[in-house]
């Protein structure tokens, strides 16, 4: 294995995270949604324990992707992470708020009420899903920093330090940009639009199944306008190209609708990825015996986001840009890890499958029953 096929290699795994990470999310549209979908407290019980069954699936991935980045390209890591600390943190925290709302809410001598945690929950929802959506437009859009391998061995001005975040707020400032605006809301609304689904499939509640068909609608739409406008935009702008020879990073009409044209399989893959998130989202809608949707649009968002993460990354793109100084921006070859540390990790990695199919066998056993209000009076680890 050569070192730039070990690069290309861990990407497409950082992608592929992603792309779970992205599809694990409906458990945040969920508890987005308990105070408007449901309507009396024991809807509200039952939408909660459907949803705690899968929330540690979303943290345990959430804390892979970052611990896989950090580990392959750290260079990545302490430029975004340590720069974009606020936006980061933010993230992070809303996440804490969630694992503690799940364990805590129901738990005796409990002060608060559930009614507390479950703001929090609420909160992790919506701006956890959003937040994420703002940063991962980021690959795209660029940030603000700048990058000086020379400072560590005492050739720069600014110490040891090898990146700096050149814009006071941040990652904060990521706000500010419309299209990562747009990003935002689409993986908010996605998120909200597979919580719908998976509430279809698993309930055995009339009630809410009516209303979670009404939700994925509703929720669906507007994912679609919001993502058609973030995609449009993105393969229309100028990229991030780098010079296969000397390494130069400069701006490109269309980069990215280039990369795929240059690499016609990714597209193939996306615009299937793109097909099941429609034919799931739109067959529950105007199909009522039709429950299978969030396993459609589950696939397909986990094809369509691995398939953008990798346009990012691939064809000699920077996949993390710096908007004010285009030589800082990141690359797989300027950031990556040693070639000794992504061979041992590959090797490592040749173990995914297996745990990939642990998680779908423990997945089948919890779900083997919906769960309706009989399931959740006899349950004894209720939430």
Known sequence: MTYDFLQQYWWFIMSLLGGLLVFLLFVQGGQSMLGSLSREEDEKKLLVNVLGRKWEYTFTTLVTFGGAFFASFPLFYSTSFGGAYWAWMILLFCFVLQAVSYEFQSKPGNIFGPRVYRTFLFLNGVIGTFLLGVLVATFFTGSQFTVGKGNIAGLGTSGAIISQWQNPLHGLESLFNLRNLSLGFAVLFLARTQASLF???????????QRSRKFVLYNGVPFLLFFLVFLIWTLFDEGYAVDPVTKVVSLEEMKYLHNFTDMPWILVLFILGVAAVLYGTFKTVFSPRFRKGIWFTGAGTIIVVTMLLLIAGYNNTAYYPSSIDLQSSLTLENS????????????????????????????????????????????????
């Open 199 to 209: 509430f279809v499939n698993r309930l055995r509640h009339e009630k809410l199944e």
């Open 336 to 383: 990556s890890s040693s070639e000794f540390t992504l061979t041992a990790m590959a090797v490592v990695s040749l173990f995914v499958p297996v745990v990939i199919g642990y998680i779908i066998y423990a997945w089948g056993a919890l779900e083997k029953k919906k769960l309706g209000m009989e399931e959740l009076d006899t349950d004894g680890n209720a939430y």
